[in-house]
């Protein structure tokens, strides 16, 4: 047992630290989350270039570096502290490991390998626009026709779904419900019958779009996996991509409450430092409880999430430290971020310091996959019924 | 980074808990999850009895060196061992206070001649220890002890007079270290000394303080003069403050994980409450079960990183370390209430009359004292801000 970061994997860490420092500043972030697209293209070939990270966790047999997950969370995790603009975590977390997960060898050398050399982007809509990211959220529908499936439906939520240039799209069986006769599909993004339409949001350093399927028209060749079974392949791409989500808010916690220590030890009222009251250490003593505590419970999942993709033991708890991490992440991230806005007094209510971004990517980081309450019912249903 | 215990490891697993299997029969069975904290004072003697069978089969000590008696087991080991002990509901050590922490001390700062004395009878299960820190000036500010220890001359012997508190077990003891003041001139941290002293003798008085509880398993320990050897204060005097500091920090250990197996125990019992209750259908006592559960999980991660990491650079304690106390001492405060949340109405009523309660009271209303010893949560939050975050330092103050 050896549960800490390796010297490489320290390595990793640090220099996609030191790396986000100097390229996502807050000049840089503002500049880009005023934008559609939201991201900054030279940038995101930069990182798919240099850096590599796209390619962390992605076998060598499809161009990747095939290293661990473990690796992708602690890159996340500094995503996360440094605000990065980018499509990473849906390219990465969501659309590379449906690929991983249910993509034929075919698919997954036609794709992954773009993916890993030409910075490819790609989002995966799945939520027709409700609040229970269970196999309810799937609404879209397909129906063969023909040798032909047949797609129409619509979807929320889809993380740099506007700017994608492939897109992963469930749909189910028309007239099927639950977990049963969804399927995952696979399609450029310009395919006849997609509508895409970008959603501004509260939160604009992640951007959202709307997506709809009107009477797509897709070969057989375009099904990723089997028909029917996509629940079982999309329930872990979403148990990954929450535990890459966690880390992130991870990232978040981490820099609010080294900036809001910061700021606190200079800001001085009544002769002296803000930092030097107790009802001011005492909150920020609780902010870095819930950093850590939220860390050990995303090193935990990354563990995991990696033996999973191993075919590993472990596999089968991938779903409970998903919960576990995001639900913990996500008040976690909401908690520490409301309380730096509050230590920063006035400031921290300007659109002029950065701490409304954080609190804004807290929130949407919470609803994005499922809220604390969502994933602490998953729990219970395991727990209790 | 990789959780996943050797071969070898679950074999020793193996080896645990099936001497726990063989052993824990017959007149222990009903022993099983006893006199954890909060339960300490049920079946002392049984459990004394228990202490000397498992010293007999080589598992006390499991962590200390070879030399002193130990097993020198790993801390993968150690932690296999606190959680299996746990696991199979072995109850409450009185011995933990001699293994947990003067044997610790005592390797770590006392003589060869300190070592030779103490070290067998804590291995052996036979001498049990008390630890008097706390006095009713001295709680969380510790270091204001007023208990002096003056070296007479004549008799060749330390003595010491004063009142310690909140002292566990001290009238099961057989000994406690004492924290005293040897230079009657000194404050705060400085001139203090850091003594071993036999229970039984005429300067020596215990009082159970009775508890919230109605039963009593912390006393007042009263010193009238009480006699020390002159040889058996560790370090020198003046050096009481860094051993008692040093001590502190071994109370952070492996057992830990066993604390938490314990929790697992008690979590699972208000699981069980709620599902005969039909609690468990109340989507709020849900989300309040699965959160706790959650909790208790990363409780369990982030001792798992506290013991595998390194201490930080400058020798303190890595940041999920500072943060643990405080964060389980709540955890354990919330599941109490959750319990008594779970069983409605029905929490309020005894087992029987006068006062006897049922685990899940005395689990609510013992783990009030949680977030209260061992550094409260307001000092674990200054601990936290000022060591873990570098904010500035509460000044003392002036009365």
Not at chain 1, 19 to 32: D, H
Not at chain 1, 334 to 358: I, N, R, S
Not at chain 2, 18 to 27: A, E, I, P, S, V
Not at chain 2, 227 to 242: F, L, Q, R, S
Request: one cysteine or more; proline letters at 3%; a negative charge.
């Amino acid at each position: 047992m050896e549960f800490a970061f390796t010297e490489e994997q320290e390595m990793i860490r640090d220099t996609a630290a030191s790396f986000l420092a100097e390229v996502s500043t807050s000049e840089a972030i503002r500049a880009v989350m005023a934008t559609e697209r939201g991201y900054d293209s030279e940038l995101w070939n930069r990182i798919c270039t240099e850096m590599y990270w796209q390619a962390i966790h992605v076998p060598e047999q499809f161009g990747g570096m095939g290293l661990g997950y473990v690796e992708v969370v602690a890159t996340m995790e500094q995503m996360g502290r440094y605000l990065l603009c980018s499509p990473y975590f849906a390219t990465v977390c969501l659309a590379a490991n449906t690929l991983l997960l249910g993509g034929s060898d075919a698919q997954k050398t036609a794709w992954l390998r773009p993916m890993c050399d030409s910075a490819l982007s790609a989002a995966v809509a799945f939520n027709g626009g409700v609040s229970d990211w269970s196999a309810k959220a799937v609404t879209a529908t397909w129906q063969r026709e023909g040798g032909d499936y047949v797609l129409n439906g619509e979807y929320r939520y889809v993380v740099d779904g506007h700017s994608a240039q492939l897109l992963i799209v469930a749909a189910r069986e028309l007239g099927s419900v639950g977990e049963a006769g969804i399927s995952l599909f696979l399609l450029p993004a310009e395919t006849a019958g997609v509508f895409r339409r970008w959603l501004p949001t509260m939160d604009q350093a992640r951007k959202q779009a709307a997506v709809t399927l009107n009477d797509v028209r897709l070969a057989p060749s375009e099904l990723l996996g089997e028909a029917g079974k996509g629940w079982q392949v999309l329930a872990k791409v979403l148990d990954l991509a929450a535990i890459a989500l966690a880390a992130e808010q991870v990232g978040g916690c981490q820099q609010v409450l080294d900036r809001t220590v910061e700021y606190t030890s200079e800001r001085v009222q009544f002769n002296r430092t803000i930092a030097s009251f107790q009802a001011v250490k005492h909150k920020a003593a609780d902010m870095m409880l819930q950093t850590e505590v939220a860390r050990s419970a995303i090193y935990y999942a990354a563990c995991v999430a990696q033996d999973a993709l191993e075919g590993g033991m472990m596999a089968k708890e991938l779903a409970e430290a998903a919960s576990i991490a995001k639900s913990y992440c996500s008040d976690a991230y909401f908690a520490v971020a409301g309380d730096a806005l509050q230590l920063f007094g006035g400031v921290g209510f300007t659109w002029e310091y950065d701490v409304h971004l954080y609190f804004k990517r807290a929130k949407s980081s919470e609803h994005l996959l499922g809220n604390g309450a969502f994933h602490r019912e998953r729990l219970a249903k395991t727990l209790l019924d | 980074m990789k959780l996943s215990f050797s071969p070898e490891d679950e074999r020793f697993r193996e080896e645990v808990a099936d001497w726990l299997k063989d052993n824990l029969t017959g007149d222990f069975e009903q022993l099983k999850y006893r006199g954890g904290p909060g339960d300490e004072h049920m079946y002392p003697e049984e459990r004394k009895v228990w202490e000397r069978v498992l010293a007999a089969g080589g598992w006390t000590c499991v962590g200390w060196p070879m030399e002193y008696g130990g097993r020198a087991c790993s801390i993968e080991q150690q932690v296999i061992f606190f959680e299996e002990y746990a696991r199979a509901g072995a109850p409450g050590r009185v011995g933990h206070i001699g293994e947990g922490l003067t044997g610790p001390t005592i390797i770590a700062f006392g003589s060869e001649e300190q070592k030779k004395k103490y070290l067998p009878g804590i291995v052996a299960g036979t001498e049990l220890w008390c630890q008097g820190y706390s006095e009713p000036g001295a709680g969380s500010d510790l270091a204001n002890v007023k208990t002096k220890a003056r070296f007479d001359e004549a008799r060749g012997k330390w003595l010491i007079s004063g009142q310690k508190v909140w002292t566990s077990l001290a009238h099961e003891s057989d000994f406690c270290f004492v924290i005293a003041r040897t230079d009657p001139d000194s404050v705060a941290h400085k001139g203090l000394g850091f003594f071993l002293v036999k229970m039984h003798q005429p300067g020596i008085l215990v009082r159970p303080i009775e508890q919230i509880t109605g039963t009593s398993e912390f006393n007042e320990v009263f010193f009238d003069e009480a006699e020390c050897d002159a040889e058996d204060i560790v370090g020198a005097p003046g050096d009481g403050w860094k051993v008692a500091m040093g001590l502190l920090g071994f109370e952070r250990g492996v057992s830990t994980l066993g604390q938490q197996m314990a929790f697992q125990n008690e979590f699972d019992q208000v699981v069980l409450a709620a599902r005969e209750n039909g609690a468990a259908q109340d989507p709020v006592i849900r989300q309040r079960i699965a959160r706790a559960h959650t909790e208790l999980k990363i409780m369990r991660y982030n001792a798992m990183r506290m013991l595998s990491g390194q201490s930080g650079s400058d020798g303190g304690l890595q940041k999920e370390a500072l943060i643990y106390k405080l964060y389980w001492a709540s955890w354990h405060r919330s599941l109490g209430e959750l319990a008594m949340d779970v069983l409605g109405p029905e929490c309020e009523i005894l087992s029987d009359g006068p006062y006897e309660l049922s685990r899940l009271q005395s689990l609510y209303l013992f783990v009030r004292a949680d977030t209260i010893y061992g550094g409260t949560n307001q000092i674990q939050r200054n601990i936290i801000a000022e060591r873990g975050l570098g904010m500035p330092k509460e000044p003392r103050g002036t009365l």
